[in-house]
């Protein structure tokens, strides 16, 4: 405890030297900087330099798939009528493509044609095994089943005329059992053509049917995957049929062509003859000089004054222009070394139907937040702000008072003043170079936030 008190002590002992250094000073130097306070119009702006471009661009891009070569490239800033030539890429490879994919096409075709004709097989195998086939065997089997009932019936004819005349002993046993070898051998092969008959119908009918029909299905799907191989390989034709005509790119309206640059295609080739291009990369612009915009980067530290619709002012060649600002980014983009590590908001000023704009000049813009008219101001390095509160320096003769103030809007050199201050009034310019008590005042705010970091309020 002893020792926070003598750090206390000595520490307010160290804050107390230039109370009596600057109270001398003030004592006998009153010829300070001064401002008197009057009345003036001011404007709250930020201003910025941007490029013009046109708000609505036709974009003329690379159809063509993979990489290709710009053969021809007509020049930027062309007036170019419909149906120009404005590039023209290499064509050799799609003419090479061109050839494969026919001979491939060709090809296709002619196995399609051989699975529909294994399909129409398959379909008449069906019809053929079931109204010719499977009849012809049924009435075969049913043929030899009648001629074998014949037989059995006649064998059980001579079977019961042999036991008979065996009765009155007019043949003999031996030939009695050779009747009966017959009726039964007879009677066998009934019996196997009845089942015959009945595996045919059940089973073997059955058999061959999914067999017919599983290579029916078959063939269905062969020429299925045929077929689409067929549709793929024509597809693939007529692609490069059309991509052939697309190396051509003609102009579909009349207009100016200029080549793409700014950030939006900073990372995209130069676009010049001998370039490599890709599909759906932008080749030409052709602006719409009726819609013309400056796009601005503005800094972070405004964007809660930037709303859509705010008035700006741009000049261009030395001649300023009304605008209005018609798009305010609600993400910034990103800072690096290239920007120097500032963050800005991408925003867009939209420029009133002018003539004699080209896309590409450099704007200087200024966006208005506010105007005021005939206001009391102050310098804002007039003014010391202690916590939520203001205060300056008001100089009456030979004295130096305290006045607390109260601010509203300002730009980056006056703050209107609220409350506090008359016209007429003289106030101390940078009073914490000047003022005693300007300089103690903050001493003792910045020693109460030393004091407080490090717990001595608890002493």
């Not at 009057?38 to 690379?62: H, P, Y």
Request: proline fraction near 3%.
């Amino acid at each position: 405890m002893i020792r926070f008190l003598t750090f206390t002590l000595l520490f307010v002992a160290a804050i107390s030297v230039p109370y009596i250094l600057l109270s001398e000073k003030e004592a006998v130097d009153t010829d300070l900087p001064t401002h008197r306070i009057d009345r003036r119009d001011i404007v709250i702006s930020v201003t910025e330099q941007g490029t013009l471009e046109s708000a609505n661009n036709t974009e003329i891009k690379c159809r063509v798939r993979g990489d290709n070569t710009i053969t021809f490239v007509i020049e930027s800033g062309t007036l170019v009528s419909e149906g120009d030539v404005l590039v023209q890429l290499d064509t050799l490879a799609i003419e090479e493509e061109i050839s494969e994919r026919t001979k491939f096409f060709h090809q296709a075709e002619a196995t399609v044609a051989r699975s529909r004709a294994t399909l129409e097989n398959a379909k008449i195998a069906i019809e053929e095994y079931i109204e010719g086939s499977f009849p012809a065997q049924k009435a075969s089997l049913q043929q030899g089943l009648a001629a074998a009932e014949a037989q059995l019936l006649n064998s059980q004819n001579q079977l019961k005329y042999a036991r008979m005349m065996a009765q009155g002993n007019y043949q003999s046993e031996l030939m009695v059992e050779q009747r009966e070898f017959n009726e039964m051998k007879e009677s066998n092969s009934v019996a196997l053509l009845q089942t015959q008959i009945e595996v045919l119908e059940k089973y073997t009918k059955q058999e061959q049917l999914a067999r017919l029909n599983g290579e029916l299905e078959a063939a269905k799907a062969t020429l299925e995957a045929d077929l689409e191989r067929s549709l793929a390989d024509k597809k693939r034709l007529d692609r490069a049929l059309e991509e052939l005509q697309l190396c051509t790119i003609r102009a579909e309206r009349s207009g100016l062509v200029i080549y793409p640059n700014g950030e939006q295609w900073e990372d995209v080739p130069e676009i010049e003859q001998g370039a490599t291009v890709k599909k759906d990369q932008t080749l030409l612009l052709m602006p719409d000089l009726r819609q013309m915009q400056v796009k601005v980067g503005i800094h972070e530290s405004v964007m809660d004054r930037m709303t859509k619709g705010s008035p700006a002012e741009v000049t261009l060649n030395k001649t300023t222009y009304d605008g209005e600002v018609s798009y305010v980014a609600s993400v910034a983009q990103p800072a690096g070394w290239w920007t120097g590590n500032v963050v800005k908001y991408d925003s867009i000023v939209q420029l009133p139907e002018l003539e004699g704009l080209r896309p590409g000049m450099s704007a200087e813009v200024e966006i208005i937040f506010a105007k005021y008219f005939e206001e009391l101001v102050i310098p804002f390095n007039a003014c010391v702000q202690f916590e939520d509160s203001f205060a300056c320096w008001v100089k009456q003769g030979e004295q130096i008072t305290r006045r607390a103030i109260e601010l509203g809007d300002g730009d980056e050199m006056f703050n209107i003043v609220v409350n506090g201050l008359q016209p007429g009034d003289e106030v101390i310019l940078e009073p914490l170079s000047y003022v005693a008590e300007a300089q103690a005042e903050v001493a003792k705010i910045n020693a109460n936030s030393d004091t407080s970091k490090f717990g001595y309020e608890d002493l």
